[in-house]
């Protein structure tokens, strides 16, 4: 897998995926940016959303559980000395919908982190997972 | 720091960031999603070169070398089997511009390899850096 980031002025970078899709990422003003768009290590943080939402989504949708929504909530602790790195990331999954079986959900959990979610398993940080049912 | 992400359809999720920024990230149709935007593991992939992009960046800023451009090439290798986590990613900076010191660039680089980037540090694969200077 390639992509290509360009600098443009301040801390700005566009980056080029290679599926052709272009994303911004900025840092704030503290750092000499301009706060244009997400932080190298939001960018993490919601990649690993991303990842395992879609994981739980279609797992769900196989077991033909009917969802009105998904959200994924994360809270990443980061060391406090450079390189700051995460060093927890608490990942919860909301699933709204009706009649939901919750041993579905806890397997499609499950299945993410511990088979399935690439970005999880290219982390050196500790992962927890969490769910919440809502009625619809 | 938080994120946070709503599922929309197919595979789509839009991400939030703390700092206020939405992100897009979608699977191909060969999974079920729409490529409307990148995939987590490119988000991931784009947050290394963003991040170690910026330490550059702002070192050689420093160091007062006027650089005409700055791109990052990351080609990351995955496992063939599932998780499909990275195992090794190469990050190239291309740097240009006129009198650029390469000592300068070097130790740039590496400033942010062993010392900066949180996202470089935060992974569990192997992260090889190297630079080009390129005349203007």
Redesign the interface.
């Known amino acids: ?7 443009t002025e301040g ?1 700005q ?1 566009v ?1 080029f ?3 052709g ?1 272009a ?1 911004l ?1 900025d ?2 003003p503290e ?3 301009e ?1 244009s ?15 395992s ?2 994981d739980v ?2 797992i769900l ?1 196989k077991k033909r559980q009917a ?1 009105s ?8 602790e ?1 060391a406090q000395e ?5 060093l927890k990331i608490e990942v919860e999954f909301v699933v709204r919908g009706k009649d939901i079986n919750e041993e579905a959900v806890a397997r499609a959990v499950e299945l993410s982190m511990k ?11 500790e992962v927890k997972a969490s769910y919440k049912i809502l009625p619809e």
């Not at 088979?115 to 940080?125: D, E, F, I, P, Q």
Request: glycine share 14%; proline share 4%; aromatic share 6%.
């Open positions: 897998m390639r992509a290509r980031l360009r600098f801390l970078f980056g995926s290679e599926t899709h994303v990422m840092g704030g750092a000499g940016g706060d768009a997400p932080r190298p290590m939001e960018m993490l943080l919601m990649s690993l959303g991303g990842c939402g879609m989504a279609s949708r969802l929504s998904l959200e994924v909530n994360l809270r990443g980061r450079h390189p700051r790195r995460f088979r399935y979610c690439a970005v999880k398993a290219s982390l050196n940080a």
